[in-house]
């Protein structure tokens, strides 16, 4: 890891990050951010490489800054805070040892994956900030669904309450796991980012602890019971992406082709 490299959600939204209005808009000359949807299912090795090479890009001043969805084939992937016994089933899908920050998380095809490239630079050098508007911007898509997505100080993510799963404890609602987030940032540009599940088949869980979280489930929109698509939830995640960080320009994409 490079000493200009920070990881987060090690560094955690504080409470004081978790309250009111979080925005990181550029300044009003500042080009709109590329928005790329991949299509079918991108290797992931290719993804961080791709990353890598658009972040320092970004960081030189060459390349605008991006979001970019994708999808990924079945893989389990290991931030740096990731520990051996957190991975149940070590031959089940390949894993991939990663630099985001974070524990084991799933990836694979019907989750949305949002890989976002900003340079921190140009909006806000606050890491706990950042991933507390990363979170706000999950909760604010969500919501446009009609799901209410929570915080939790001591758990990154965003989560929903199940009161229709058994009790934690005699008062206590079930929640599940609905979007993770991992990021890291090199020169303050970041990249890696968030992830929802739209419709992964939550089976594959059962091979990590995802994010290092026992007691806790996972779960998607549909696993919800709302019949939305991939499509649906790309249009307002963009929505959203705008009402926090600034205006987007959509780049039709061409695979892993990203990096300038």
């Known amino acids: ?95 991939h040892a990663t630099g985001r920050g974070g524990e084991y998380t799933y990836h694979g095809p019907g989750q949305r994956v949002a890989y976002v490239m900003l340079d921190l630079g140009r909006r806000r050098r606050d890491v706990r900030a950042f991933v507390a508007a990363l979170e706000a911007w999950i909760i604010a898509t969500l919501a446009a669904h009609g799901v209410v997505g929570e915080r939790r100080e001591d758990r990154v993510g965003v989560w929903v309450r199940r009161p ?15 979007a993770a987030i991992g990021i890291r940032l090199r020169k303050w540009v970041s990249f890696h980012g968030i992830a929802l599940n739209v419709e992964p088949d939550l089976g594959h869980y059962a091979g990590i602890v995802p994010c290092g979280i026992r007691g806790h489930g996972v779960t998607s929109l549909v696993d919800l019971g709302l019949p939305v698509t991939m499509t649906d939830v790309d249009v307002v995640l963009r929505q959203c992406f705008e009402e926090t960080f600034g205006p987007t320009v959509g780049i039709a994409d061409s695979g892993s082709g990203v990096a300038g």
């Open 1 to 95: 890891m490079s000493r200009n490299d920070v990881v987060a959600p090690e560094v955690r939204p504080s409470r004081d990050d978790l309250g009111g209005a979080i925005e990181f808009f550029a300044s009003p000359d500042a080009p709109p951010v590329e928005w790329r949807i991949a299509e079918g299912l991108v290797d992931y090795e290719s993804a961080v490489a791709a990353m890598e090479a658009r972040a320092a890009a970004i960081a030189e001043g060459r390349a605008a800054e991006l979001v970019w969805l994708v999808e990924h084939p079945p893989l389990y992937t290991a931030g740096t805070s990731a520990r051996p016994e957190d991975l149940l089933e070590a031959t089940r899908f390949p894993v």
């Open 164 to 178: 229709d799963k058994p009790e934690l404890a005699p008062g206590v609602v079930a929640e599940d796991k609905i």
